[in-house]
Every structure is written in structure tokens, then in C-alpha cells.
T-cell receptor
Framework: RKEVEQDPGPFNVPEGATVAFNCTYS??????FFWYRQDCRKEPKLLMS???SGNEDGRFTAQLNRASQYISLLIRDSKLSDSATYLC???????????FGQGTTLQVKP | DGGITQSPKYLFRKEGQNVTLSCEQN?????MYWYRQDPGQGLRLIYY???????QKGDIAEGYSVSREKKESFPLTVTSAQKNPTAFYLC???????????????FGQGTRLTVV
């Protein structure tokens, strides 16, 4: 079983749609959680950190469920510019390892 | 400007040759990481280092070696033992942090290695 698992998609949605991505992790000692965005042939960039209480940044909402070892990202009112691959990232509190999921591809269409 | 720099951006090497990829950061981060990304795939961890003069193998360390003699630098050598070295290599750094905040990783722009 992979340490961090995501549905690779692709998710094809119209502009204005709401889309949700899910991620599960296997190491209960995981300490920190993030969502990154990666555009084609570029390096990943931080989209948002994920906090236990849940957090929101504009159209983006991240949730963490430690009991179920589950992270989610919700994008509201999708824009064409949201088209990218979204990577779920988990940092182990014990080892400091930073593990990436395989990414979920989003394509927003006009 | 603070950041993390990888060089070169593109690298071509003949099969059987060792090659070293550079990664330098001036963010004063303790932790540094090397990842490999193949087309259409996620990032796989090669090696990581939490502190100077110490590093650990990631999930796909075979055929690679690293050193961490300075806090700012974490070079990766792709050896001839790596069977399929052509890939996009990404270096990252982060602060270990005492809380969940400010521990995100920052990436260099990557090195595309092609072995012919």
C-alpha cells in the first residue's frame, strides 16, 4: 500500500463547477499536511497547508480528518487557470520524510 | 532573493557515466530532499537530509548517492548503477519546524536529465 494515495483522475469539469479531491495516508505519525499545485513541466508550488480545524483560502478549502487519515481539497467556482495537477503531501513527524501522492489532474473547460 | 537553485536545467549524458546534479538553498533550511518524477507520475523520494552530515535513503535510493557537507548544499549523483536515469529531478528544502506551520517545502526549478 502506498503511503499517500490519491485518485489520479483526470477530473474534467466545466468552468464554475465545484470539485473535490481526496487523499489518504497510512502513517499515523504524520505531522504536517499540504496541498501543492504542479503545472506541466514545472516544479510543484505550495497551494495551502492543511490544519486540523480545516482552513480556507478564497475558493479553496482544505480539510483534515486524523481519525480516518484522510485529507481533502475543495475548489469552488473553478477557473480555467485552475487546470493543473494537485499533489497531496504528508510529512512524517518521526522521520521528517516528505511523501507525495501521485497527484490528481484537473482540467477545467470553458 | 531567498530561494533554492538547481543546476543545470537540462543535462545530457552518455549511458554508463556518473553525473552530479547541484542543489543550493539560501533559506537557512535544515531539511533538504531529492525527488524523481517520471512523465505522468508523482514525485518519488530518492534521499533526504534533516541536518548537515546526515542523510537517509528514500523509497528509490538505489543507483543514487548524496552528500550534505554544508547546510546550503545537497548534491545528487546519478551513478551508472541507476538502470533508468532519464527523468525530471527535483530538489526541495524545508524547515523542520516545531509545529505544522512553516514546514512546507520549497522546490528548485528541477533538472531534466536525459541519458543517451
Amino acid at each position: 500500500r502506498k503511503e499517500v494515495e490519491q485518485d489520479p483522475g483526470p477530473f474534467n469539469v466545466p468552468e464554475g463547477a465545484t470539485v473535490a479531491f481526496n487523499c489518504t495516508y497510512s502513517n499515523s505519525a504524520s505531522q504536517s499536511f499540504f496541498w501543492y499545485r504542479q503545472d506541466c513541466r514545472k516544479e510543484p508550488k505550495l497551494l495551502m497547508s492543511v490544519y486540523s480545524s480545516g482552513n480556507e483560502d478564497g475558493r479553496f478549502t482544505a480539510q483534515l480528518n486524523r481519525a480516518s487519515q484522510y485529507i481533502s481539497l475543495l475548489i469552488r467556482d473553478s477557473k480555467l487557470s485552475d487546470s493543473a495537477t494537485y499533489l497531496c503531501v504528508v510529512k512524517s513527524g518521526n522521520t521528517g520524510k516528505l511523501i507525495f501522492g501521485q497527484g490528481t489532474t484537473l482540467q477545467v473547460k470553458p | 532573493d531567498g530561494g533554492i537553485t538547481q543546476s543545470p536545467k537540462y543535462l545530457f549524458r552518455k549511458e554508463g557515466q556518473n553525473v552530479t546534479l547541484s542543489c543550493e538553498q539560501n533559506l537557512n533550511h535544515d531539511a533538504m530532499y531529492w525527488y524523481r518524477q517520471d512523465p505522468g507520475q508523482g514525485l518519488r523520494l530518492i534521499y533526504y537530509s534533516q541536518i548537515v552530515n546526515d542523510f537517509q535513503k528514500g523509497d528509490i535510493a538505489e543507483g543514487y548517492s548524496v552528500s550534505r557537507e554544508k547546510k546550503e548544499s545537497f548534491p545528487l549523483t546519478v551513478t551508472s548503477a541507476q538502470k533508468n536515469p532519464t527523468a525530471f529531478y527535483l530538489c526541495a528544502s524545508s524547515s523542520p519546524g516545531g509545529s505544522a506551520m512553516n514546514t512546507e517545502a520549497f522546490f528548485g526549478q528541477g533538472t531534466r536529465l536525459t541519458v543517451v
